[in-house]
Antibody, heavy 118, light 107 residues
Framework: QVQLKESGPGLVQPSETLSLTCTVS????????VHWVRQPPGKGLEWMGV???????DYNSALKSRLSISRDTSKNQVFLKMNSLQSEDTTTYYC????????????WGQGVMVTVSS | DVQMTQSPSNLAASPGESVSINCKAS??????LAWYQQKPGKANKLLIY???TLQSGTPSRFSGSGSGTDFTLTIRNLEPEDFGLYYC?????????FGAGTKLELK
């Protein structure tokens, strides 16, 4: 059974770094790509970046300077780190699996809400 | 980036009715459009990909059509569980981009 689950702090101070973990089960990170997508409250979805099955990454150009995605295949985990957080980074963060590298997402985590506030 | 314009933003309907949600791309995306359903407390659900291909498990009352820049999601004979948010997403080129969403509410 394919599952993805995001975890991380619910509250982050402005200007600090956000660290999130996506723990997956039911598939191998070396066979499927895993993406990060975020959604501000009441707004649409924004693609953030991807950990390709081969271990490389790509990022949304608007976030590239602040964003880093990595993984630990032995733990079935994909990590997101984003620095210099501001209030507009208050949003729900999702990880999602890429279906057969066709760039749509067949499985999603339930998301983790992160608030940036002092 | 490809801009996706989704309409309407809100839609009210009753069980048994049929509804359509539209999605327009700022440039041709061939057939590569996906539709998702979002409900509170649940993971987003892929309904349709490549414009008209139903994901395994998607009920046949859902259908997708369109190509190029204009796409439509149609839900026939609405069931109570169909009410929620719907998003389109182009999967023709990077970065993947989404529409702003359509809230389907019970009339």
């Amino acid at each position: 059974q394919v599952q993805l689950k995001e975890s991380g702090p619910g509250l982050v101070q402005p200007s600090e770094t956000l660290s999130l973990t996506c723990t997956v089960s039911g598939f191998s990170l070396t066979s499927y790509n895993v993406h990060w997508v975020r959604q501000p409250p009441g707004k649409g979805l924004e693609w953030m970046g991807v950990m390709w099955s081969g271990g490389s990454t790509d990022y949304n150009s608007a976030l590239k300077s602040r964003l880093s995605i990595s993984r630990d295949t032995s733990k079935n985990q994909v990590f997101l780190k984003m620095n210099s957080l501001q209030s507009e980074d208050t949003t729900t963060y999702y990880c999602a699996r890429d279906a057969f590298a066709l760039d749509y997402f067949d499985y999603w985590g339930q998301g983790v809400m992160v608030t940036v506030s002092s | 980036d490809v801009q996706m314009t989704q309409s309407p933003s809100n839609l009210a309907a009753s069980p048994g009715e049929s509804v359509s949600i539209n999605c327009k791309a700022s440039k041709s995306i061939s057939k590569y459009l996906a539709w998702y359903q979002q409900k509170p407390g649940k993971a987003n659900k892929l309904l349709i990909y490549s414009g008209s291909t139903l994901q395994s498990g998607t009920p046949s009352r859902f259908s997708g059509s369109g190509s190029g820049t204009d796409f439509t999601l149609t839900i026939r004979n609405l069931e109570p569980e169909d009410f929620g948010l719907y998003y389109c997403q182009q999967h023709n080129e990077y970065p993947p981009t989404f529409g702003a969403g359509t809230k389907l509410e019970l009339k």
